[in-house]
Protein backbone atom coordinates (compact mmCIF):
# COMPACT_ATOMS: atom_id res chain seq x y z
CA UNK A 1 0.00 0.00 0.00
CA UNK A 2 0.93 3.31 -1.16
CA UNK A 3 -0.20 6.51 1.20
CA UNK A 4 -0.10 10.25 1.50
CA UNK A 5 -1.53 11.29 4.69
CA UNK A 6 -2.08 15.43 6.13
CA UNK A 7 -2.67 15.29 9.41
CA UNK A 8 -3.81 18.93 11.50
CA UNK A 9 -1.87 18.75 14.92
CA UNK A 10 -3.61 21.74 16.72
CA UNK A 11 -5.71 20.57 19.49
CA UNK A 12 -4.57 17.03 19.19
CA UNK A 13 -4.18 15.36 22.52
CA UNK A 14 -0.02 15.62 23.29
CA UNK A 15 0.23 12.27 24.35
CA UNK A 16 -1.45 10.70 20.73
CA UNK A 17 0.66 13.66 18.70
CA UNK A 18 3.39 12.63 20.92
CA UNK A 19 3.33 8.69 19.55
CA UNK A 20 2.59 10.32 15.78
CA UNK A 21 5.86 12.15 15.87
CA UNK A 22 7.17 8.85 17.31
CA UNK A 23 6.36 6.74 14.12
CA UNK A 24 6.18 3.10 15.78
CA UNK A 25 2.44 2.92 15.69
CA UNK A 26 0.19 2.40 13.04
CA UNK A 27 -2.22 5.69 12.39
CA UNK A 28 -5.28 2.93 12.95
CA UNK A 29 -4.26 2.21 16.24
CA UNK A 30 -3.39 5.91 17.62
CA UNK A 31 -7.40 6.50 15.91
CA UNK A 32 -8.31 3.96 18.22
CA UNK A 33 -7.83 6.45 21.10
CA UNK A 34 -10.80 9.07 19.64
CA UNK A 35 -13.74 9.18 18.18
CA UNK A 36 -13.49 9.42 14.84
CA UNK A 37 -15.32 9.24 11.51
CA UNK A 38 -14.44 8.19 8.07
CA UNK A 39 -16.02 10.47 5.24
CA UNK A 40 -15.10 9.72 1.79
CA UNK A 41 -13.72 12.13 -0.59
CA UNK A 42 -15.13 12.14 -3.42
CA UNK A 43 -13.16 14.91 -5.56
CA UNK A 44 -9.94 14.09 -5.08
CA UNK A 45 -8.36 14.54 -8.10
CA UNK A 46 -5.42 17.10 -7.14
CA UNK A 47 -4.81 14.88 -3.64
CA UNK A 48 -4.64 11.90 -6.06
CA UNK A 49 -2.13 13.81 -8.55
CA UNK A 50 0.11 14.63 -5.42
CA UNK A 51 -0.04 10.91 -4.66
CA UNK A 52 0.76 9.77 -7.90
CA UNK A 53 3.46 12.12 -7.97
CA UNK A 54 5.27 10.63 -4.92
CA UNK A 55 4.65 6.94 -6.06
CA UNK A 56 4.37 6.29 -9.71
CA UNK A 57 1.72 4.58 -11.64
CA UNK A 58 -1.77 5.34 -11.40
CA UNK A 59 -4.11 2.98 -10.44
CA UNK A 60 -7.17 4.83 -9.78
CA UNK A 61 -9.39 1.57 -9.20
CA UNK A 62 -7.33 0.57 -6.53
CA UNK A 63 -7.56 3.76 -4.64
CA UNK A 64 -9.35 5.91 -2.51
CA UNK A 65 -9.06 9.41 -0.63
CA UNK A 66 -10.94 9.97 2.99
CA UNK A 67 -11.27 12.35 5.70
CA UNK A 68 -10.61 11.68 9.25
CA UNK A 69 -13.13 14.08 11.46
CA UNK A 70 -13.42 14.16 14.96
CA UNK A 71 -16.24 15.88 17.12
CA UNK A 72 -13.83 19.26 16.58
CA UNK A 73 -12.29 19.42 13.76
CA UNK A 74 -11.16 16.76 10.72
CA UNK A 75 -7.72 15.69 11.74
CA UNK A 76 -6.48 14.00 8.69
CA UNK A 77 -6.73 13.74 4.91
CA UNK A 78 -5.54 10.25 3.65
CA UNK A 79 -5.18 9.03 0.13
CA UNK A 80 -4.32 5.79 -0.60
CA UNK A 81 -3.75 3.12 -2.80
CA UNK A 82 -4.42 -0.32 -2.65
CA UNK A 83 -1.65 -2.03 -5.70
CA UNK A 84 -3.79 -4.24 -7.17
CA UNK A 85 -0.03 -6.15 -7.78
CA UNK A 86 -0.10 -6.44 -3.81
CA UNK A 87 -3.30 -8.98 -4.57
CA UNK A 88 -2.35 -12.78 -4.20
CA UNK A 89 -3.97 -15.58 -6.48
CA UNK A 90 -4.52 -18.51 -4.06
CA UNK A 91 -5.54 -21.00 -6.74
Not at 10 to 31: N, V
Not at 61 to 88: F, H, N, Q
Amino acid sequence: MDNLTYISLDGLEPAIEADLRAGTLPIGHLLARLWVRRERITQADELMDRLWDTVGQPDAPATRAYRIATPTAARMVIAETYRRGMLMDRA
